[in-house]
């Protein structure tokens, strides 16, 4: 049985514009061609992550399979086809994602619903064995396909609020609250202990202060990861925590940090102190070393009497091997 792909889930309205569409034979070709070329080494032929390069590029390259991309624009996460063509054109910044703005738009645009064609084969696998096994209706299995893989509407970003007094104490406020536990304080990076992803592979908080995103360091797409958060990573979006003006006056807050070398200077050892200590109660988000050491420290009180018994010991033991060689 294969679950034919329906129209949005009730109530979601398709981003009709940026939604992907079928491949033609010549597209697919030119698409497949330019994963291989391109994508294969790290991603794997199989868009699994586990190309013959996949353990070199430190963060570990996402698996496609999975349905769940960092980047997007969309209400729901799913990324239309101009954001992954954009994350292929840019690359992204910081990781052993390479930019491939350099390859023709043709083979972007191909590459780009290739590589969406992974989740889609995934998604609809999974429901497939799901409906043969009675878990779901064939009507439920093609909502719940829609649901996964239609890219929502493009969000929306409100145009930028002047910058004053308020706000700007106001984002500080905010990014004391949400960001400095990982990211630290001042934008230096906090933790330095891996943190998982829904996958299990670990990164590292980003360094503010470097301006180096992921995403691109636009206004724009700070916002959008603000507001999103980074789909299946310890990321989390602020869209139902705070306000469109106040995420505004966190996009502010970390853009003076980045163009302050910091959130004032010099460092407040107290903050920093007080948002170690938040960092290391949120247990349920990282993982957390064993409490047993390794030591190969030799113990320099050992007894005389107890080494002279081991020489003797091995004396003999030389000495027998010696003997049983001599009579063969």
């Known amino acids: 049985m294969s679950i034919v792909p329906a129209g949005p889930a009730k109530g979601q309205k398709a981003n009709t514009e940026e939604a992907s569409s079928p491949m033609g ?3 697919e070709d030119l698409g497949r061609k330019a994963f291989l070329r391109y994508c294969r080494e790290c991603h794997g032929e199989a868009g699994d992550g586990l190309g013959k390069f996949s353990y070199t590029t430190g963060e570990r390259p996402r698996s496609f ?7 997007a624009t969309t209400e729901n996460a799913i990324p239309s086809d101009r954001d992954l063509e954009e994350t292929i054109r840019r690359g992204m910044p910081g990781t052993g994602m390479s930019a491939w703005g350099q390859v023709p738009d043709a083979e972007i645009a191909a590459m780009a619903r290739y590589t969406r ?8 696998e999974e429901l497939d064995r799901r409906v043969a096994a009675g878990e779901l209706s064939v009507a439920d299995a093609d909502t719940d396909f829609a649901r ?5 509407p493009t969000i929306e970003i409100p145009a930028e609020p002047p910058l004053d007094d308020e706000r700007r104490a106001r984002g500080e406020r905010l990014y004391l609250e949400a960001c400095a536990s990982c990211h630290g304080p001042n934008g230096r990076r906090l933790r330095n202990d ?13 360094n503010i202060v470097g301006g180096v995103f992921k995403g691109g360091n636009s206004s724009a797409a700070i916002y959008s990861r603000l507001y999103l958060g980074m789909d299946g990573t310890a ?4 869209r139902d925590a705070y306000s469109k003006d106040e995420i505004w006056d966190l996009v502010h807050t970390v853009e003076r940090i980045i163009e302050d070398d910091g959130l004032g200077q010099p460092e407040d050892e107290a903050a920093m102190a007080a948002a170690a200590t938040v960092a290391r109660d949120a247990s349920s988000i990282f993982d957390q070393p064993g409490d047993e050491v390794v030591t190969n420290n030799v113990n320099r009180d ?3 009497v107890l080494l002279g018994v081991g020489g003797v010991l091995l004396l003999l033991v030389i000495v027998g091997s010696a003997l049983l060689t001599s009579r063969r």
């Open 235 to 238: 990321m989390p979006g602020y």
């Open 148 to 152: 996964r893989t239609t890219p929502g």
């Open 194 to 206: 891996p943190m998982p992803d829904f996958e299990g592979n670990h990164t590292l908080p980003t």
């Open 25 to 27: 034979e010549v597209d």
């Open 65 to 71: 399979q999975s349905g769940r991309f960092k980047l």
């Open 302 to 304: 050992t007894s005389p």
């Open 117 to 124: 064609r992974f989740s889609l084969d995934a998604i609809r």
